[in-house]
């Protein structure tokens, strides 16, 4: 199990204070953030939702979830996530939390994302269950923005969304 009171130096500063933030909470103020968060996802644009979704599904959670990773033109990431958030306010909540770490970033600061995040982020709270599903999440921002640093590596950073195939 990884040391949570190590120090987060080598993270980008944006995810460095989202797990201090969590870190210095008890389970009562965490529980009260995740809902003041789940409240904050952004909702999905309108020109995203009558997309296929095939692309952008996470298929490991229960709950059903589509993540959208956009490639702005200066080259950093905007995440859009479509999810009931009445129905899975945890999900929603870790996604707003996530997205205000990593949003508008380059997508280095995504893929910095420490393996034991999600661990981090809900420790103490009781909700073990979830964490797969939330892992998976995490995994496939990471994935979006694999694709999205080898695109602006070519020099095909061209504004749109970045999608997984066979994702």
Same mark, same amino acid.
């Given at each position: 199990?990884?040391?949570?009171?190590?120090?987060?130096?080598?993270?980008?500063?944006s995810?460095a204070?989202?797990?201090?933030?969590?870190?210095?909470?008890?389970?009562?103020?965490?529980?009260?953030?995740?809902?003041?968060?789940?409240?904050?996802l952004?909702?999905?644009?309108?020109?995203?939702a009558?997309?296929?979704?095939?692309?952008?599904?996470?298929?490991?959670?229960?709950?059903?979830?589509?993540?959208?990773?956009?490639?702005?033109?200066?080259g950093?990431?905007?995440?859009?996530?479509?999810?009931?958030?009445r129905?899975?306010?945890?999900?929603?909540a870790? =996604? #707003?939390?996530?997205?205000?770490?990593?949003? @508008?970033?380059? *997508?280095?600061t995504?893929? &910095?994302?420490? $393996?034991?995040?999600?661990?981090?982020?809900?420790a103490?709270?009781?909700?073990?269950?979830?964490?797969?599903?939330?892992?998976?999440?995490?995994?496939?921002?990471?994935?979006?923005?694999r =694709? #999205?640093?080898?695109?602006?590596?070519?020099? @095909?950073?061209? *504004?749109?969304?970045?999608? &997984?195939?066979? $994702?």
């Amino acid at each position: 199990m990884a040391d949570l009171s190590a120090p987060t130096g080598a993270l980008p500063p944006s995810i460095a204070r989202t797990l201090d933030r969590f870190r210095a909470l008890g389970r009562e103020e965490k529980m009260q953030a995740l809902v003041g968060y789940a409240r904050r996802l952004e909702p999905l644009p309108e020109r995203l939702a009558a997309l296929d979704r095939a692309e952008f599904t996470v298929p490991e959670c229960q709950t059903r979830v589509d993540l959208f990773p956009e490639l702005r033109p200066d080259g950093t990431l905007h995440f859009w996530a479509d999810v009931n958030v009445r129905q899975s306010p945890t999900i929603a909540a870790v =996604l #707003a939390v996530t997205f205000q770490a990593v949003n @508008d970033q380059p *997508p280095a600061t995504t893929l &910095a994302i420490p $393996a034991d995040y999600v661990r981090q982020l809900m420790a103490g709270m009781g909700l073990n269950a979830r964490e797969v599903g939330l892992e998976a999440m995490i995994a496939r921002l990471k994935r979006h923005a694999r =694709l #999205a640093a080898e695109r602006v590596e070519r020099g @095909d950073a061209a *504004p749109g969304l970045v999608a &997984a195939p066979g $994702a």
